[in-house]
Nanobody
């Protein structure tokens, strides 16, 4: 089992950057594929990015490709999301999630979730 705690959200102007972090408890972090999802008011939760358990493979939603970068440090039990060139449409609550062995783009495949961190991008 793993517990997840996100941090790093906040208010930023369009074009700015933020770095989200997710700290995981447990000694088996390295077996989990990790994902970032987001949910804007009135919208469904959507996939943002995911990374394999080793960190060797990553996946991105088309809407963030080229602007966001997911990374992980298995020695520190952390996964991060570097967000550059932020747009107002990136405004949402961002969630970190864990899935045994393989990452995925479907939120229903993830069994462990953090509490979320708010990201607000002003125009």
């Amino acid at each position: 089992q793993v517990q997840l705690v996100e941090s790093g959200g906040g208010l930023v102007q369009a074009g700015g950057s933020l770095r989200l972090s997710c700290a995981a408890s447990g000694r088996t972090f390295s077996i989990y594929g990790m994902g970032w999802f987001r949910q804007a008011p009135g919208k469904n939760r959507e996939f943002v990015a995911a990374i394999s358990s080793s960190g060797g493979t990553s996946y991105y939603a088309d809407s963030v490709k080229g602007r966001f970068t997911i990374s992980r440090d298995n020695a520190k039990n952390t996964v991060s999301l570097q967000m550059n060139s932020l747009k107002p449409e990136d405004t949402a609550v961002y969630y970190c999630a864990a899935r045994r062995y393989y990452p995925g783009t479907d939120s229903s495949e993830y069994g462990y979730w953090g509490q979320g961190t708010q990201v607000t991008v002003s125009s």
